[in-house]
């Protein structure tokens, strides 16, 4: 697959070469290129430049303008203020660039693989054993899918893990209560029966719960049970896994809803690393990285402090002998550099959780398991509000249920696509279908528009709305376009670069030409909320268009018609491309 240059790489090119012809004293020099309302771009690096050679910057930039090449790419350049360029391109130039965009036979729509590919382990979408999924599940399963396919997109090789709560004393618990009462785990839900499992896992949870807060024999037996469970006692194994085939049940079909994947062989939770918590201890005390303190295993910091001035410690291992999340944490370090080869460690986690990651890494830096080659980062998120602002629960107070939420998501949606599906002439099965894309994509529209640290509020019937800054907004321009292009008859989509272009169509033209730069910086910096915004603004350059720019209007000569088609197959082909990126699907019709 050859790439495709954006006009805007092409552009900066040309004024880097003639600075460089023009000022040869100046060195490599950035033109300091960004779009503009004036024109279609504006170079602003003159003036740096003048202050530097100390020279006119008028005269330079007329200089930098008389050694551009003629024709081609620019159409029109105007030198305005100190010093800066105007730059407006030629039509043919736009409409070229497409054509190349859309001949792309690998349907990347001529996005370029990146040229320092390496590998990126991302921990994201960890849920509990034995525990239900709620609201604060949502943006970790959400803004880690959106990041992965980024990140794959851009030629990243990706290693997804699920680090699943799966150890520690409540199964020692539940594992004795389940000894003891045998039967325990039998619901009348089917093997698939997701939320049976789960409600099944609950009622036993709460059961031993109760035991073990009221019988002090059972709470003993309990505690010998971790002790078992943590040296691999088979027949204490066995039940173990009962607890965490069950659990998976449960967590595929709530991913199945969000219309996420989610595969077994990424999933490693705290116990795929239980091996590994001694040596890591030993390691980190012998190269004196952690110290003993009252007799636990900790690693002290500078800069951290409590309320009381002294030194807060990440506790590795505890005095009692048991081993901190610090310990799984670490190991998790080690494996995913030193087995899985990472250059990039990512963690989509809680920003409640900052503090002890800071920790984590700078431990892991000190051993030597994180380098100047190798850089673990939190993207973390902040917390999904109610309407009211405050931290998102149920009228009761309960903390929300995350297949409650996306069922009702999935209701509101089916609702608003019911209301169009006459004038579309939507089936039964298509009404369906489409609610749940829609109620799905709002839910997750809502989440990976925001920028991931901040928090965001939770308003189902804003999300989806047909207008405004929604995934609905996003996904009717979509459909619309499919209907131009089943209307248009004999017409086909082909481009004609010899046509001068309305001002709708070169602004819509010049953003799509966008979208490779905009997936580059989005990967860079997992910024999906940067992908949104492109794709809102694209669907908002999309309806300038639809109301200045008539597509199959019979006043429009054949080659009109076909430029205008291309133009939005090309939109249409970037809108579905971007959108599935965040995860969301895009229903032909609608």
């Not at 039967?183 to 939320?195: Q, T």
């Not at 709708?504 to 730069?517: I, V």
């Amino acid at each position: 697959m050859a790439s495709v240059p954006s006009l805007a790489s092409t552009l900066q090119q040309q004024l880097a070469d003639a600075l460089t012809a023009a000022l040869p004293d100046a060195g490599a020099a950035d033109p300091l290129l960004r779009r503009s309302d004036r024109a279609d771009f504006q170079a602003n690096g003159i003036l740096a430049l003048a202050k530097k050679l100390k020279g006119n910057p008028r005269e330079l930039a007329a200089q930098v303008t008389a050694a551009l090449p003629a024709g081609g790419l620019i159409k029109d350049i105007e030198v305005s203020g100190p010093g800066f360029l105007n730059v407006t391109l030629t039509d043919r130039a736009i409409v070229e660039t497409l054509a190349a965009r859309a001949a792309d036979g690998e349907g990347r729509l001529g996005v370029p693989l990146k040229d320092d590919a390496g590998t990126t382990v991302i921990d994201y979408a960890q849920p509990n054993v034995a525990k239900e999924m709620h609201v604060g599940h949502l943006r970790s399963a959400v803004i880690g899918d959106a990041v992965v396919k980024i990140l794959e997109f851009t030629g990243e090789n990706v290693v997804r893990r699920h680090h699943i709560g799966d150890w520690g004393t409540q199964f020692g618990m539940l594992i004795q209560y389940l000894i003891e009462h045998p039967g325990a785990l039998r619901h009348e839900g089917g093997a698939s029966d997701g939320e049976a499992a789960m409600s099944t896992l609950n009622r036993v949870y709460k059961e031993s719960r109760v035991l073990f807060d009221s019988d002090e024999e059972f709470k003993a037996r309990s505690r010998d049970r971790v002790v078992a469970l943590q040296a691999g006692d088979p027949e204490t194994l066995e039940l173990w896994h009962r607890f965490v085939d069950e659990s998976k049940i449960y967590f595929h079909s709530v991913f199945d809803k969000l219309d996420m994947e989610i595969d077994d062989p990424d999933i490693v939770g705290e116990s795929g690393y239980n091996d590994m918590l001694e040596e890591t201890c030993r390691i980190l005390e012998e190269t004196g990285v952690a110290v003993r303190s009252e007799g636990a295993l900790c690693v002290f910091f500078d800069d951290v402090k409590g309320p009381d001035g002294n030194k807060v410690p990440l506790i590795v291992k505890k005095t009692n002998g048991g081993y901190g999340y610090a310990a799984t944490d670490l190991s998790a370090v080690r494996n995913r550099v030193q087995d899985l080869k990472a250059d990039t460690l990512l963690y989509v986690v809680d920003a409640r959780q900052s503090l002890h990651f800071r920790m984590v890494f700078e431990t892991a830096r000190r051993a030597g398991w994180l380098s100047d080659d190798v850089k673990a980062v939190q993207l973390a998120f902040g917390t999904v509000l109610g309407k009211d602002g405050k931290p998102f629960k149920t009228r009761e107070g309960e903390t929300v249920r995350l297949e409650d939420l996306l069922d009702e998501a999935v209701t509101r949606a089916t609702a608003v696509v019911r209301d169009k599906a006459d004038k579309v002439g939507l089936s039964e099965e298509e009404i369906v279908e489409n609610g749940r894309y829609v109620g799905i994509g709002a839910v997750k529209y809502a989440d990976l528009s925001t920028s991931a640290v901040r928090d965001y509020k939770f308003d189902l019937d804003q999300m989806v709305a047909l207008h405004g800054d929604t995934s609905v907004y996003l996904q009717y321009a979509y459909a619309r376009i499919q209907s131009i292009l089943r209307k248009a008859g004999d017409a086909v989509p082909a481009a004609h670069p010899e046509l001068e272009l309305a001002p709708a169509e070169r602004a819509l033209g010049l953003h799509l030409d966008q979208f490779g730069e905009v997936l580059a910086e989005v990967g860079a910096g997992y910024e999906p909320h940067k992908l949104a915004a492109y794709l809102y603004q694209l669907a908002s350059h999309l309806t300038t268009f639809y109301d200045q720019c008539q597509v199959l209007s019979p006043d429009n000569a054949p080659e009109v018609v076909e430029n205008r088609l291309f133009l939005v197959e090309l939109t249409a082909r970037t809108l579905h491309q971007g959108m599935a990126l965040l995860g969301i699907r895009t229903p032909e019709r609608l």
